[in-house]
């Protein structure tokens, strides 16, 4: 039947409002840093209808750091660098997730899996808030 989902597969979402997604992304300011394949025939590599001038000098790279909650959100945080757990902590999660995590009463956070978060130190401030493990 067309719509119907099992009972099995539902998900649970009460509660949802309650978590806190925290996210790094890093933005290039410049030339997209995607590469694209490109197929084409014997003779065609140096087609002028077939290339495309780019800029092939470094571009500019910012990461930042972010959370978002069911009506809440964080300032985007600048990341200076490579982030380690140390920095992660005293940097990121103690001035400002910390204290958007405090204002809401039964908050549940949760982080991916990236090297930073799953390190002793960082799990062990964590201790303290409620978290919600990464799906795999």
């Given amino acids: 039947m ?3 989902v ?3 597969w539902k998900l649970d979402c009460r509660g949802m409002n309650q978590v806190v997604f925290s996210y790094e992304s890093r933005l290039n300011l410049g030339s997209d840093g995607n590469r694209v394949r490109v197929r084409r025939q014997h003779g065609e590599s140096l087609n002028p209808a077939f290339t495309l001038q780019l800029h092939t000098t470094p571009t500019a790279v910012v990461m930042v750091w972010g959370v978002i909650a069911y009506d809440t959100r964080s300032p985007l945080v600048l990341i200076r660098g490579t982030m380690t757990a140390q920095w992660y ?3 990121i999660l103690q001035p400002h ?3 958007l995590m405090q204002r809401l009463p039964g908050a549940i956070f949760q982080q991916d899996t990236a090297r930073p978060h799953v390190a002793r130190v960082s799990q062990d401030c964590l201790r303290t808030f409620s978290t919600l493990p990464w799906p795999a």
């Fill in 2 to 4: 067309f719509g119907v």
């Fill in 6 to 8: 099992p009972r099995t």
């Fill in 89 to 91: 902590v005293q940097d």
């Fill in 97 to 99: 997730g910390f204290p």
